[in-house]
């Protein structure tokens, strides 16, 4: 998706270098399709790297039975019980929903559910300051799509302010909205499908809503 948002504004560029090319459509299925497909390989290859050197692979939702024991949990509901002397926790995180808000669940999506949607998600408002808020919404602009983040205090908190600052500088030159000092009260969906967001300004405490596509939540991992 970051090449492809690259290869946009490199098109968008070739006019200053002599280059007549109109900005082409852009296929938001055949990208994610690549994507998918690359996804997969990938999997398929750690899988067989795993199995090259005799090391047993289980798709399971494990829990623990005792220190030395979990029960694993096929998607077919089948269960495993595995044994060992020391047992090591590296299962990663997936991207949380703010569920304190009304309709954050039933109508947003993560950053893990952007690279899998079938369609473009077309006017996009991206809640959150980390990195992976960024580049989601920097990536969403390249390809063209109106795209606002909504940032509830500093971007890229851990970062050097200086360059952070310099980041969002450049993404709002390039056509990202960037919502300062907000935070989203209710996601709401309307008759003709799309998405009212409320949110409200920290500083003024004033309430504004706003109608978007998609609602993509990318507040951090618990």
């Known amino acids: 998706m970051h090449q492809a948002a690259l290869l946009g504004g490199m098109i968008h560029d070739a006019s200053h270098y002599g280059w007549k090319v109109a900005q082409p459509p852009h296929d938001w299925r055949k ?3 690549a994507v998918q497909n690359h996804v997969k390989s990938l999997n398929w ?8 050197r005799k090391v047993k692979y289980f798709n399971f939702k494990a829990s623990f039975v005792n220190p030395h024991m979990v029960c694993g949990v096929s998607k077919g509901g089948e269960e495993t019980l595995l044994s ?5 926790i590296a299962t990663g995180g997936r ?5 304190h808000i009304e309709g954050a669940l039933e109508y947003g999506i993560t950053s893990d559910d952007i690279f899998w949607l079938k ?6 408002l991206v809640v959150g300051a980390s990195y992976v808020a960024l580049e989601c ?10 795209t606002t983040v909504m940032i509830r205090s500093v971007p890229l908190r851990a970062f050097d302010q200086q360059m952070a600052s310099l980041v969002t500088e450049h993404m709002a030159v390039h056509g990202t909205r960037i919502l300062r000092g ?19 300004d920290l500083a003024s405490d004033k309430k504004d809503t706003g109608t978007f596509d ?9």
């Open 214 to 222: 998609t609602v993509l939540w990318a507040v951090g991992k618990p």
């Open 84 to 88: 060992a002397d020391h047992i090591v």
């Open 95 to 99: 991207p949380r929903y703010p569920t």
């Open 119 to 124: 369609e473009s998600p077309g006017k996009t």
């Open 45 to 52: 290859g750690h899988r067989v790297q795993l199995q090259d």
């Open 182 to 200: 907000c935070t989203p009260l209710r996601v709401e969906r309307l008759s003709d499908g799309r998405l009212q967001v409320t949110w409200v």
């Open 137 to 146: 919404a920097g990536f969403l602009t390249g390809l063209g799509l109106d």
């Open 31 to 33: 990208m994610a399709e």
